[in-house]
Structure formats: structure tokens, C-alpha cells
């Protein structure tokens, strides 16, 4: 095995039936090998306890052995597209689904989750100082950081061969769930390296962005900052995932000194306004991760979020970039609904006229003409030829991307990106899984979401 097969890249579910998950083992069930063990097995906990999901769902998961896989790029897009169908509003039976039948390649659970490169890591060593303060404030208008710089500076992670502003930083932003490494490694990572326009830095924000999503938050303000100021000030640009654009557009909104350092912001598959299949697996009432009841349809931090100009792109306009590249979605998206025009939660308005496209995937391409296979989902969009087009073009230019000088249209023939294989596909798909576990095995569990912060109470709802 190896390693890049168990590299994995996680989606963002949101939600969790949920009293806190016990320990598990293996040996605790029997194992699962066949279609009609895992319907049993999930049918006995969809009729149970609703309380009892999570610890019962996290040994369902464990009990999994994967069946043989798909053998091609095409063959794993037949297979998607039926586990889609099958489990509409069902991320937790599509997540098992996806592990029993080898779609997340041939490891089961404890290797997924057992696998932790080094670019996973929140716990480096970054003795490079700022070239300026940056903490506790670098702009008066920053709103302050709970978190000690230490640990904010330790969840970035710097590869070997990083060159310090030589090549343009990219900042990568994972999802709910997941690191960076896992969310990026087997697609922009792989598509950008060698190239003269991206030089990746990993956020790796502890426990995964379950928790409150205004900490998450002051991990990106201040790797905006720190990656910038060790760069010979120059802008840097973010590549992010689901949720981790939510805490990108918050860190934007009240670290205004983000703003003019930030040339590119390249969102693939983001909530702005939570999601509305959010109580279907996480009904009220029940302890969930704390970032997950902030994905609520309307949370009080979604409004919050969205209030007083958070609905629309912050940056300045300078004379060589218009800050906001790209929003990139997908219709079919089994994470986060609605995600249909004009009211698409991934869509973010442009009130500022610093430079937007919201680019929806079926948009550009027709509903069914992406490569044959329509339901393009949450996770996909991360190895989808469109989406990697349009970063490409924003990445290389000024202002958003441009549908077509990027190629897009071009590119709705393939269903990944060119120069990905089949082991990556399956390294993105694996990320359902292993997100769904980590979610049902969060320890620190909440009925309510998280206070708003001092700094954004004069954006909140009342109480």
C-alpha cells in the first residue's frame, strides 16, 4: 500500500445523531462484508435511540471491510453515481456505503483515520518571525485573538522547498472534519506543484474545524498574516473547502488587515448560509460538534456571518489584483443544500465590486454534460476539471477567474482534472468516511451553538 493511497480528503458532514460516542473496537460487531449486512446494520440504528446513533454508527464503521474497488476513473464514476442515488439525504448510509464498496479504496476505518502525515500536523515548529507585529493585532479594527500566537503559528504547516514569496503563497483551508493535507493533497496539491503561480501552505486547524468556527476563524486571520509577513509582504492567496470558507469569509470580515494582503480566494463547495439538511442528521436537541450547529440554515453565526456586509466579498481593490477569485460548486450536493441558483449557499454577493464569480458546475457545463455524470457531489467538486480550471485562472490572473479564457468549457468533458488518477479519486472519496467517523466520534459535544463572540455581538440576531 501506498502512501498516497491512504492520503485521504474529507468532506464536510454536517451533523451527527449524537449522545457522546463510546469507544469502540472491531471485535464489538460483526464484521460487515456485504450490501445487505450494512442496510441491516443501519436500519437497526435508524430504529433505535436516536441517542444511541453516534456510538452505534462509529461501530458500524469499524466493522466495514471494504469490497474490490473500482478498477477505473470511469468505473468509480458509475459506482458514485449510484451510491448518490441510493442515499439522497442520507450522507451517513453514503459515507458506510462508500467504505464497504472499496470507493474509498481498500482501507477500512482504522487506516484512515490512522494515517496522519506529517503535513497533517498543527503542532510545527515556524521560528521565522513576522517581518512586523502581527499579534495581538496587526490593524486596530482586528478583532482580538482568544489564542495564544503559539498555537496559531504552530497549525501551519510549511513544506520543505516552500520559497518565502519567490512563487505566490497559497494558503489551504480544509473543511469540517479534516486537515488540509487530507482535504488538498490528492488534487490542488498534485495539479499545482511545479508550477511558477502556487506555493501551498497547509492550515491545519486542531480538531479538525469541529470546533467553534470564530476559533477556526483566528487560524486563518492569523496564517494570512504570518505567511504574508515571512513572504516579503506579498499577497497571499486561499484555496478552501466547505466550512473552511465560512471561517475564511468571518476571519475577512473582522481582521480587516486580511484584506489587502489577500489576492485570490478560490472557494470550492462552501455553506455561506449553513445548510438546510443540517437537522435531518443532526435533529435539535441531540450534542453535536460545535461547528456543525453553526451550519444550521441560519444559525444565529450564520446570520451573524451575514449581517452588515458579511453576505458579500471584503477586500480593497489594488492596481495589480481584484482579490476574490472564485466560487466553485456543484447542484448535486449531498452536504449542503439548497445549492440551486439564485439562492445557492455557496454564492456570495459582490456589494464591494472587488471582482466575483460564482461559478456553479451544471451552469457552465448543462446538467448532464460534465464527462456523463450529472451528480457531481460535495466531495468531488475538490477533483472536478472545472474547478481546477477556474482556480488555475484566478490563480494566474488578475481578478476572478474568467469562464472562458480558463477553459472550463473545455474541461466539462472530463470528469477530473488532468493529471489526476484513479487513486486519487479514491483518496477524495475516502474523506467521506473518515469525516463522518470523526463526527460521531467528536468527544466535546454541545446541544446549542457556540456565543457569538464579544468583537461580532453588534452583528447578531437577537437573542
Not at 132 to 159: F, G, H, V
Not at 371 to 398: C, I, K, Q, S
Not at 438 to 455: D, F, G, L, N, Q
Amino acid at each position: 500500500m501506498t502512501p498516497r493511497t491512504i492520503i485521504t480528503i474529507a468532506a464536510c458532514l454536517a451533523g451527527v445523531y449524537a449522545a457522546p460516542a463510546t469507544s469502540t473496537s472491531s471485535a464489538a460487531a460483526p464484521l460487515i462484508t456485504t450490501a445487505s449486512q450494512l442496510a441491516s446494520a443501519l436500519n437497526g440504528l435508524t430504529q433505535g435511540a436516536p441517542a444511541n446513533f453516534a456510538s452505534g454508527y462509529a461501530s458500524v464503521m469499524k466493522s466495514i471491510r471494504p469490497q474490490a474497488g473500482p478498477t477505473s476513473i470511469a468505473d468509480a464514476a458509475t459506482q458514485l453515481q449510484a451510491l448518490y442515488a441510493k442515499h439522497q439525504n442520507d450522507p451517513f448510509g453514503l459515507a458506510a456505503d462508500i467504505l464497504l464498496n472499496g470507493v474509498a479504496g481498500p482501507q477500512d476505518i482504522d487506516d484512515l483515520t490512522g494515517f496522519s502525515p506529517v503535513c497533517n500536523s498543527f503542532r510545527n515548529a515556524n521560528f521565522i518571525p513576522p517581518s512586523r507585529p502581527i499579534y495581538p493585532k496587526k490593524d486596530p479594527a482586528d478583532a482580538p485573538y482568544d489564542l495564544p500566537e503559539s498555537t496559531l503559528r504552530a497549525a501551519i504547516y510549511i513544506p520543505p522547498g516552500f520559497t518565502y514569496g519567490r512563487k505566490p503563497p497559497i494558503v489551504l483551508i480544509p473543511g469540517t472534519g479534516v486537515y488540509a493535507c487530507e482535504t488538498f493533497y490528492s488534487n490542488f496539491v498534485k495539479l499545482v506543484r511545479g508550477s511558477d503561480y502556487a506555493d501551498v501552505v497547509y492550515l491545519n486547524i486542531p480538531d479538525a474545524l469541529l470546533d467553534d468556527l470564530q476559533t477556526s476563524a483566528e487560524y486563518v486571520a492569523y496564517a494570512l498574516n504570518y505567511i504574508s509577513s515571512i513572504s516579503g509582504n506579498t499577497q497571499v492567496s486561499t484555496i478552501s473547502w466547505s466550512a473552511g470558507s465560512v471561517a475564511g469569509q468571518w476571519a475577512t470580515k473582522y481582521w480587516p488587515s486580511t484584506r489587502n494582503i489577500t489576492k485570490d480566494r478560490i472557494n470550492v463547495s462552501a455553506d455561506y448560509h449553513g445548510t438546510i439538511l443540517a437537522p435531518l442528521i443532526c435533529p435539535p436537541g441531540l450534542p453535536c460538534p460545535p461547528s456543525v450547529l453553526q451550519q444550521f440554515y441560519n444559525s444565529r453565526f450564520v446570520q451573524t456571518l451575514r449581517n452588515n456586509g458579511g453576505s458579500s466579498a471584503y477586500t480593497t481593490t489594488t492596481t495589480n489584483t481584484d482579490s476574490l477569485g472564485a466560487k466553485v460548486w456543484s447542484i448535486y450536493d449531498e452536504i449542503v443544500e439548497p445549492q440551486q441558483n439564485p439562492n445557492a449557499s455557496a454564492s456570495i454577493q459582490d456589494a464591494r465590486n472587488v471582482g466575483v464569480l460564482n461559478a456553479q458546475i451544471q451552469d457552465i457545463c448543462g446538467l448532464a454534460s460534465v464527462a456523463g455524470a450529472p451528480n457531481f457531489g460535495h466531495e468531488a467538486a475538490l477533483y472536478n476539471a472545472v474547478t481546477f480550471a477556474l482556480g488555475r485562472d484566478a490563480l494566474r490572473n488578475n481578478g476572478p477567474a474568467n469562464v472562458a479564457r480558463s477553459g472550463a468549457l473545455a474541461a466539462c468533458g472530463n470528469f477530473t482534472a488532468g493529471g489526476l488518477d484513479l487513486a486519487d479519486v479514491l483518496a477524495t472519496e475516502a474523506t467521506i468516511p473518515l469525516a463522518g467517523f470523526r463526527i460521531v466520534t467528536y468527544p466535546r459535544r454541545v446541544v446549542v451553538e457556540p456565543a457569538i463572540k464579544s468583537y461580532a455581538l453588534k452583528d447578531a440576531p437577537p437573542a
